[in-house]
């Protein structure tokens, strides 16, 4: 059975930072192309704040969030994680963890957690 399960997510103060945490099982990493984090704040469409390939380990950021946030991995875990730094309400969102296969593309999504930046 194909679990992703986010966590890590919860309220803090503008200039804080938050660790969240994708686990996934079910999964083969060889079956995995890449994880992305991305999040969805209310009225707004969701976006995609960073990925991991996990053929390279290579990472991709946007520029709006590259200085703050960093993803990486630790395959013996069957984890992706997500260190956001110096937060800003503008962060506030429900973030998501999407795994794609290398079988066929398809996109696994979590069930998301929740980040609330207080001014």
């Known amino acids: 059975q194909l679990q992703v399960v986010e966590s890590g997510g919860g309220l803090v103060q503008a200039g804080g930072s938050l660790r969240l945490s994708c686990a996934f099982s079910?999964?083969?990493?060889?079956?995995?192309?890449?994880i992305a984090w991305f999040r969805q704040a209310p009225g707004k469409e969701r976006e995609a704040v960073s990925a991991?390939?996990?053929?390279?380990?290579?990472?991709n950021t946007p520029r709006s969030v590259e200085n703050r946030f960093t993803i990486s991995k630790d395959n013996a875990k069957n984890t992706v994680y997500l260190q956001m730094n110096n937060l800003k309400p503008e962060d506030t969102a429900v973030y998501y963890c999407?795994?794609?296969?290398?079988?066929?593309?398809?996109?696994?999504w979590g069930q998301g957690t929740q980040v609330t930046v207080s001014s």
């Open positions: 999407n795994i794609r296969s290398a079988l066929n593309g398809t996109m696994y």
């Open positions: 079910g999964f083969r990493i060889k079956e995995i192309s890449l």
């Open positions: 991991i390939y996990f053929g390279d380990g290579s990472t």
